[in-house]
């Protein structure tokens, strides 16, 4: 790596993005100048000195851009490609158009708008912050303070203080670290702590060489469009007569490639198990607890057996209440992957009468009436399970 990048050459790159930004950015719903009113302190007439200052000065111009958006978007975006988020964060906007309507919405309602983006614990912690910033009157614009709210971390933190608020407060992912490793000719992932704090320096030296908001985005759009993982636009690239890389010969060899993490099988059974209930036939769903797999995921309860008399001995183990459940095989098998996981399951049911069941179940399991599984059931793995079962008679 380089001794590190001078102010002035950072500056003039940051100005030739800035530009090329400008002219060629996509048109995005959350991109839309700021209209309305929901923040809570001022912004800055000035740039202050140095990154992590605080954004409290009283000078009441309005946000670059919406916050609400700006945060949502970005939650959105972890992990899920731009083009399917455009779809559901038009829907999300149609339903919790600010912050203060998301902050009266059910647990369910919000699950609901989310189902089908993932990593659900991500809605649920909108919500808690959603309620938190709708108590206080509107989002706060200091990193240090939206590092306080819930779900939200050091890049969140940073793309709301400076898209939203035009403050020069740093970003880093995946798209930036590519196009710095590129720049500055970085033979290393941000894996450890002293290479981590090396990109986050870079990273901090463009957000206060220029138009924060503009710089950090245009950083943004360059990684996703331009300088993308292979086969770089480099002709088409605004930072081409700043880029190490680029010079020699090395942009499709930096950044190094990831080590991938070895895929974990884990075959045993999901069982659904009904029972007739006051309103109808309900279903015994299962939350898993922080340390175990799917972990805050409403499905079915998944039992690690491989065989028949297996499942009977976990069933009866997990849940004691329901020990004389008649569990039967179903033809279905279930195959779904999620992150580095690779399931595939065997259906089994269970039929309960209307006055078994009714015990108190262990922590995580709840009956639900099965009506509400389109509702309930968010996720695609219990959604398969569902569909494979096949219409069921009350």
Request: charged share 20%; aromatic share 8%; hydrophobic share 45%.
């Amino acid at each position: 790596m380089s001794a590190g990048p001078r102010a002035e050459n950072v500056r003039a790159a940051a100005e030739a993005l800035s530009a090329w930004f400008a002219a060629n950015q996509r048109e995005l719903p959350w991109r839309r100048p700021y209209a309305g009113s929901g923040f809570a302190g001022g912004m800055l007439a000035e740039a202050p000195a140095q990154s992590g200052a605080s954004a409290t000065t009283a000078i009441k111009t309005p946000p670059r851009r919406d916050p609400y958006r700006t945060w949502i978007s970005e939650i959105m975006l972890q992990q899920t490609q731009v083009a399917t988020v455009i779809g559901y964060f038009n829907r999300w906007m149609e339903r919790f158009p600010d912050v203060d309507s998301l902050a009266r919405a059910q647990e369910s309602e919000v699950l609901e708008a989310w189902a089908g983006l993932g990593y659900y614990s991500r809605a649920r912690n909108v919500l808690v912050t959603a309620r938190e910033v709708s108590a206080r009157g509107g989002f706060p614009s200091s990193r240090e303070e939206l590092l306080g709210l819930k779900g939200i971390g050091e890049y969140t933190a940073g793309a709301i203080a400076s898209l939203a608020f035009d403050l020069p407060e740093p970003i880093l992912d995946g798209n930036l670290v590519r196009v710095f490793s590129r720049v500055y000719g970085m033979d290393f992932l941000p894996d450890a702590k002293e290479q981590k704090a090396a990109y986050w320096d870079i990273a901090r030296a463009w957000a206060l060489a220029h138009k924060p908001g503009l710089v950090n985005e245009g950083l943004m759009e360059l990684g996703a469009l331009v300088c993308s993982p292979r086969n770089p636009a480099c002709d088409a690239c605004p930072l081409a007569a700043f880029c190490s890389a680029r010079a020699a010969g090395s942009q499709d060899r930096l950044p190094p490639a990831k080590a991938r993490k070895q895929s974990v099988d884990v075959e045993g059974y999901v069982v659904a198990a009904f029972r007739s209930g006051a309103a109808g036939l309900e279903v015994l769903l299962y939350t898993p607890g922080k340390e175990e797999r799917l972990a805050g995921l409403l499905t079915f309860p998944i039992f690690d057996a491989g065989d028949l008399p297996g499942l009977r001995m976990a069933w009866k183990s997990a849940l004691p209440g329901l020990a004389s459940a008649a569990l039967r095989p179903r033809t279905a098998i279930i195959s779904h992957g999620i992150t580095h996981h690779r399931y595939r399951l065997r259906v089994a049911e269970a039929r309960l009468g209307a006055r078994e069941g009714g015990a108190d179940l262990p922590a995580g399991y709840t009956w639900a009436p099965a009506g509400e599984m389109h509702r309930l059931l968010v996720s695609s793995l219990p959604r398969k399970v569902w569909e494979a079962l096949g219409p069921i008679a009350g």
